[in-house]
């Protein structure tokens, strides 16, 4: 009788997340008793995704108790990674209404990360999310309100903001920032992304435009690694580690390791609040399904200050960031004398709170949330559409929408396929 209340229960749920009805699935941290976390206790959590990223991160960030995966060879592969007793999903719903979950890891295509965070943070669950945030605009938005309606936290993964090396620039941002906040190189600033300052735009993650029909292997749920994004036959380039070349699960340089270069330039010049008025591109025309190559992306904000995507790697001398009184290089190298003893004079930048086991424990906000992680995924996002359409565009930062233009405005928010929302 127990077991016929657990099964007509598990199907009320599930119906729930599948139909939209609001629901309050009340999180393991709120009950007391066994499930109650206490300073003690490990976090526990659920990888969604487990092919790539995920399947890297299965014993990163606290106890895993649970994976998902469409593809019945990554999960078997992944699963027996696991703990014992973890548990194996094909369905991420299934996953959600598992109460001994804290923490879901989304680690699927950029397409299903809007809709995964707001149903685990409807669901009880906090949320850490590989990058991109989201695949547009408008499922930034969503997951914001979401995190904001259930009370979740929410963390990006990427941490070039607040630990580690920036990338070939091979310092952390801690001293770039430090530079930037107490006005050694003048306003406003430029800063250019390339392979002379130590970035690869990984100009190979294109799609292909001739794809033809090929049948879905046993092993994969296909309609269901679809999921919101248009139906198109399937071809194994469209799925796994090739998915980037197309537009409907990503955006191909830009939409790999667009935020992640990103994230660390939105903090460096203070616009974690804020987003540019206008993106100029140079690009040819993009074909309607699979991403090409870019040459440039300007970015400029209303203050001066420009972020330049430098696809071609063209400025072979270009410094990393530079305003009016100075430049910096890769390393720490500048033409600003004795660069190290006059950043010492100054104040460090306030201190970030990066430790996501407390987070979690004690509802605080982390360094890299929904909040500031929207828009630096806005900043790639804008990119990718000023690519798709090969124009320039006029962005209003306060309405988060393209000024005077339809056909931009149309992909800030996508539809998504029936019957997935967000």
């Known amino acids: 009788m127990n077991e016929q209340r657990h099964i007509e229960r598990r199907t009320?749920?599930?119906?729930?997340?599948?139909?939209?009805?609001?629901?309050?699935?009340?999180?393991?941290?709120?009950?007391?008793?066994?499930?109650?976390?206490?300073?003690?206790?490990?976090?526990?959590?659920?990888?969604?995704?487990?092919?790539?990223?995920?399947?890297?991160?299965?014993s990163y960030i606290g106890r895993?108790?649970?994976?998902?995966?469409?593809?019945?060879?990554?999960?078997?592969?992944?699963?027996?990674?696991?703990?014992?007793?973890?548990?194996a999903y094909h369905d991420y719903r299934e996953l959600l209404l598992d109460s001994g979950i804290d923490v879901v890891h989304i680690a699927t295509p950029p397409h299903w990360h809007g809709i995964m965070a707001v149903d685990a943070a409807k669901a009880g669950k906090d949320v850490w999310?590989?990058?991109?945030?989201?695949?547009?605009?408008?499922?930034?938005?969503?997951?914001?309100?979401?995190?904001?309606?259930?009370?979740?936290?929410?963390?990006?993964?990427?941490a070039c903001r607040y630990e580690g090396l920036l990338y070939g620039m091979n310092i952390p941002v801690k001293p770039i920032k430090k530079l930037v906040e107490n006005g050694l190189l003048g306003w406003p600033l430029k800063v250019t992304i390339n392979a002379a300052t130590g970035f690869d735009w990984k100009s190979y993650w294109v799609g292909k435009?001739?794809?033809?029909?090929?049948?879905?292997?046993?092993?994969?749920?296909y309609d269901l690694w679809l999921g919101p994004a248009p139906y198109k036959p399937y071809n194994s380039h469209r799925v796994h580690n090739t998915f980037r070349g197309y537009w409907d699960y990503s955006g191909g340089g830009i939409g790999e390791v667009g935020q992640q270069y990103l994230d660390p330039v939105q903090y460096i010049l203070g616009k974690d609040e804020d987003s540019p008025v206008r993106i100029d591109v140079d690009a040819p025309q993009q074909h309607w399904d699979a991403c090409g190559s870019w040459k440039r992306v300007e970015m400029t904000y209303d203050d001066g200050c420009k972020i330049i995507l430098d696809g071609e790697n063209k400025d072979t001398s270009a410094a990393y960031i530079e305003g009016p009184n100075g430049k910096l290089f890769p390393g720490l190298r500048s033409n600003i004398p004795q660069l190290d003893r006059v950043l010492a004079a100054f104040p460090d930048p306030e201190s970030q709170f990066t430790d996501f086991h407390q987070a979690v424990r004690n509802r605080r906000l982390f360094a890299l949330n929904e909040r500031n992680g929207f828009r630096s995924c806005t900043l790639?996002?804008?990119?990718?559409?000023?690519?798709?359409?090969?124009?320039?565009?006029?962005?209003?930062?306060?309405?988060?929408?393209?000024v005077n233009d339809e056909a931009a405005n149309h992909l800030l928010s996508q539809p998504m396929r029936a019957p997935w929302t967000i």
């Open 129 to 158: 999310c590989e990058c991109p945030m989201t695949r547009t605009v408008g499922e930034g938005i969503r997951v914001k309100e979401a995190m904001a309606r259930y009370g979740a936290i929410f963390r990006l993964n990427t």
């Open 209 to 221: 435009t001739n794809l033809k029909t090929e049948p879905v292997p046993e092993n994969l749920n």
């Open 64 to 87: 895993t108790l649970a994976v998902c995966d469409v593809d019945s060879v990554h999960l078997t592969n992944a699963h027996s990674r696991c703990p014992s007793g973890a548990k």
């Open 380 to 402: 790639a996002n804008l990119a990718i559409i000023a690519v798709r359409l090969g124009r320039s565009l006029d962005f209003d930062p306060l309405k988060l929408e393209f």
């Open 12 to 58: 009320f749920l599930k119906a729930g997340l599948l139909s939209g009805i609001s629901l309050t699935i009340i999180p393991r941290r709120l009950l007391g008793g066994p499930g109650f976390i206490a300073p003690s206790d490990e976090i526990t959590k659920g990888v969604v995704g487990v092919g790539s990223m995920g399947f890297a991160h299965l």
